[in-house]
């Protein structure tokens, strides 16, 4: 009876309070979550860590859920159990989500069936870990929000971190024009590994500059932005006539001056993957499935951590000094 018991329970990270990394404890005791109508229940191979967990685990984003909770939306893994209706997958498909019910930085975790897609075997559970939120977020930003078309060019500000390679990937598969930065030689190197033409380095004083030599007169059709905090107002100068900005990232705010919107005509759109209605989740997701068979679709996978390290994961993302591929705990 007791090991009937102890089978039934898991170790799952979670969040009894709001505040800093260190209320992030991980606990061996969560009951195994089960699945309901048109759910699966996920036996956790890889969990990808996202900035914008870092926010909610905070209390600082828009929208936080009930504590405690789990957070995690990005896992990779093998079916362990479905619900009532489910027929696309069964136990021991391999699989990935883009958003879990129960929380994804556990041992298993429960998703919608809709939030889940078949793992090709061309990748492995940590690459697996790599595509939901990354790649969902980067065609989103690109063509939902970003209206990109081949031929167009796009800088892509923090392209070494998971977001940022995804969109240089697809970017580059689609025939647009990619620039990126990164904030190490290392860093640089990946994202030019991924599909960018250049790469600046961020943290050298005038690759502001550096970039508008590049672009010369006509500037950049799209900026894809993940520190728009930092960036937008220096974003505004290096867009072409009627350019656009897609945030992406932020972590502050910042005085712009509108008057540099005018001049170009250029715009700010604010993009959250939240807000995707059913009918764009299944674009996503079909041309995410593509990209993979196709062959251009290989997540970089960053640094690695079990699920004990996950305090040190939520410090690393928001101040190691650059990423080199997403970022993920393995249970």
Known sequence: ?????????????RVFEFGGPEVLKVRADVLVPEPKENQVLIKVHACGVNPVET??????????????????????????????HVTAFKKGDRVFTVSTISGGYADYAVAAANRVFPLSDK???????????????????????????????????????????????????????????????????VVLRNGAHQAFNHREADYIDKIKEYTGMEGVDIIIEMLSNINLATDLQLLSCG??????????????????????????????????????????????????????LKPAVGSEYPLEKVVKAHEDIIHSSGARGKMVLLP
Not at 1 to 13: D, E, F, G, T
Not at 133 to 160: D, E, N
Not at 251 to 257: C, D, L, T, V, Y
Request: neutral net charge; hydrophobic residues 40%.
């Open 1 to 13: 009876v007791a090991m009937a018991a102890a089978r039934n329970v898991m170790r799952a990270v």
């Open 55 to 84: 926010y909610i685990r905070s209390g600082s984003y828009a929208r936080t859920p009930a504590v405690p909770y789990t957070p995690g939306s990005d896992v990779a893994g093998v079916i362990e159990g479905v619900g009532e």
């Open 123 to 189: 990748l492995d559970f940590r690459q697996g870990a790599a595509i939901g939120i990354p790649y969902f977020t980067a065609y989103r930003a690109l063509f939902q929000k970003g209206c990109a078309k081949a031929g167009k060019s796009v800088l892509v500000h923090g392209a070494s971190g998971g977001v940022g390679i995804a969109t240089c990937q697809i970017a580059r598969a689609c025939g647009l024009k990619v620039l990126g930065t990164a904030g190490t030689e290392e860093g640089m190197n």
């Open 243 to 296: 350019g656009r900005v897609m945030v992406v990232g932020c972590r502050g705010p910042i005085e712009i001056n509108p008057r540099d919107t005018m001049s170009k005509e250029s715009s700010i759109t604010g993009v959250s993957l939240f807000l995707a209605t059913e009918e764009e989740m299944c674009e996503c997701a079909t041309a995410v499935l593509g990209g993979i068979e196709a062959g251009w």
